[in-house]
């Protein structure tokens, strides 16, 4: 059973980091497509990042480029988002999710497991 359990949110000023994990209890044998999403009130869950984690370049969605960086442990059992530079437009309820089929997709719809979430909010 896929079990994802994310961990790092809180409340943070703008201009400051922080640093989401992922713990993932997945098969290790083999590769997935693991993303960051986000969802604040009264809006759609997005993309906020995608890892392949056989390999190859991340995607992020336009808003967090260049300030966030997705990355996964050696084990591939945990994932992380490290977000530097937040605005208030980042405070959302951020999600951990899986998906187990190829290619890799930035829709939330694509997503097979996702964890509770973890709540980013940035406000001075």
């Known amino acids: 059973q896929v079990q994802l359990v994310e961990s790092g949110g809180g409340s943070v000023q703008p201009g400051g980091s922080l640093r989401l994990s992922c713990a993932a209890s997945l098969y290790t044998y083999r590769n997935y497509c693991m993303g960051w999403f986000r969802q604040a009130p009264g809006k759609e869950r997005e993309a906020v990042a995608v890892i392949y984690t056989g390999g190859g370049r991340p995607y992020y969605g336009d808003s967090v480029q260049g300030r966030f960086t997705i990355s996964q442990d050696n084990a591939k059992t945990a994932l992380y988002l490290q977000m530097n530079s937040l605005k208030p437009e980042d405070t959302a309820m951020y999600y951990c999710?899986?998906?187990?089929?190829?290619?890799?997709?930035?829709?939330?719809?694509?997503?097979?497991?996702w964890g509770q979430g973890t709540q980013v909010t940035v406000s001075s």
């Open positions: 999710a899986t998906r187990l089929s190829l290619p890799c997709s930035s829709r939330f719809q694509d997503y097979d497991y």
